[in-house]
């Protein structure tokens, strides 16, 4: 499999580092840092991911953790709880990606695909909520996000290698296809079964938001206020980072990720996430195909670059970008309706750079200088 960077990482860069991070930025970024942050702001992190964090140096941890880099950085209030405060996100997001996760043969998600076609499983509460909203999102966007879509992701090689070397015959895909839909996974009592022998979930497109929001649950009983907690780009903020500043995310310019497109004000308790073309692709036929499919077709979806979501909960966030991604710009409107407080940035996939924005987004984004003519509207 392809990638665009080494994976999706993040990293906040430390003092030392910073001169290293400003020169492997492109020029187009450091030109404008000037004119994006406020004075005396320095940008402190680099991320391979969509959204990262613009911060002055703060109290902040890296690990990685389900798949992708995660960093905890505090306000600078509390900068002595570093250690612990990470130490016990770190327990969250491993416990869940030892639940969760399609890629180890021992966890809750790997045996509901094994016993399919056989019995229910008795799984654990975080499995089954995380199972339950997934479904709620199915519902929602009327099957553009689907849980079930694993044989799908599997066929084109994005869960488990080898990627064909050409586009999937149509009779190959709608085999496949008639082992997704989110609407058969039955949950019950604690338990889960997937009907049909064949079956599988994939919690890729929502896991990583839920746990960022168990991992704030936690942080807040802990008593801290001021934090923010990034896992692959699934970003969700509380209080400050300082007293009179507020939490600020810059967001991936999907053709040129040596730069950004502008950035995100975030506000206490909101959340962040992003879909991309751009990070996770294969390469099939000498074409470039997304990680995310369109689970009415069975082809990986085309014609967006990125869609970035803000909503109150990480987990919504997660949950939303990929169907939001799914329906594009077209279909953006429908979905909404059924999702109010939700606001969404999405970049098509075409030249030049167009950022349409719903209104909440709209007052929390400032563009680029050289990206201002590209913001549009989205459902004023
Ligand atoms: P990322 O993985 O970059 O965080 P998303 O949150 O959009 O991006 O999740 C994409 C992942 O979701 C894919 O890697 C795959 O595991 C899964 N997925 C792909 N298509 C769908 C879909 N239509 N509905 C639900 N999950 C999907
Ligand atoms: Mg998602």
New binding site residues.
Partial sequence: MNSGTSG?LLALIPKSGRRRFLTSLGTGLRQCIPKVLPLGCLLVALSG??CFILHRELPSRSFRSM??LATVTLGSAHADRIEPVTAQVQGIFDRLEQELS?YRADSTISQLADQAGVAPIAVSDDAFRVLSL?RH??EL?E?????T??P??NLYG??KPPTPAALPSEEVIRAQLKLVD?SRLILKDGTAFLPLKGMAV?????A??YAVDRAFDSCRSAGIQNFLIDL???IRVSGRPQWGEDWQIGVRDPFDRSRIIGKITLRSGMAL????NY??FVEMGGQRYS?????KTGY??TGTAG?TVLAQDATTA??M???F??VGLKGADKLRQKAPSVDVLFVPDKYPTEIWLTPGLAKAFVPLPEYSKAVKLLYP
């Fill in positions: 999706k991911s969509a798949g992708g399609t997934a999102f199915g966007s099957g553009a996000f689907d849980v879509v694993a799908l992701v994005f869960g989110y994939d919690l890729g497109g929502i990583k938001g692959s780009g699934n996430a992003t879909s991309g990070e996770r990680h995310i499919i369109n689970p990986p979806v869609v997660d949950g970008s990929t169907p991604f799914v």
